[in-house]
């Protein structure tokens, strides 16, 4: 896939940013190719990697809304068995490792609602700041979190540290690609 292939050329000249995308996957795929050579299966084992993490947490998103063992197995399935995630898994793209930071970023969440535990937006914010050093899409869900705060009675969250901690945290992490 054309995508894979610019990964991969991107993997060899690292950078802060590149015109379309930024770092974090080409960083990847480096790692990859330092590790395991010029190997389609040890470049797109990040892939499967991503992938497979998405479906653990989706399974532990199923057990925090309280889901009986069998549920959260169904749901992680669920999860690995689309065509999207059949396509994300089977090539090394940039939707590849960013489907993982959207559900990270919703396992937070949901943490943080479940267990009414604030400190759980650091973990959002790991997840959006490492989303936008992947895609730019991350704005989407960073857009969609902010009216969810904004409209529900999470805007009590804007009176404390820990969403603002999150938010900073996010910044951090996307900031050398801002930057560049």
């Not at 653990?56 to 009986?68: C, D, K, N, P």
């Not at 609602?113 to 490492?130: F, K």
């Not at 902010?146 to 969403?163: M, S």
Request: aromatic fraction near 12%; include cysteine; proline fraction near 4%.
């Amino acid at each position: 896939h054309r995508d894979e292939l610019a990964v991969l050329d991107d993997a060899k000249h690292l950078a802060w940013g590149y015109v379309a995308y930024p770092p974090l996957t080409p960083a990847l795929a480096r790692l990859a190719l330092e590790a395991f050579g010029p190997s389609l299966v040890g470049v797109r084992l990040v892939a499967v990697l991503a992938q497979c993490l998405a479906m653990v947490l989706t399974g532990l998103i199923a057990f925090e809304l309280g889901a009986s063992r069998a549920a959260q197995a169904y749901a992680a399935l669920a999860a690995g068995i689309t065509g999207a995630s059949f396509y994300m898994s089977a090539t090394l793209m940039y939707v590849s490792v960013d489907y993982l930071w959207w559900v990270l970023a919703a396992w937070c969440l949901v943490r943080r609602l479940r267990r009414d535990d604030p400190r759980w937006w650091l973990g959002v914010g790991a997840a959006v700041g490492l989303g936008f050093m992947t895609t730019y899409t991350m704005a989407f869900l960073a857009a969609g979190i902010a009216v969810g705060v904004l409209v529900t009675p999470l805007r009590r969250d804007l009176r404390g540290r820990w969403l603002w901690l999150a938010a900073g945290l996010a910044l951090l992490l996307w900031a050398p690609n801002l930057v560049w």
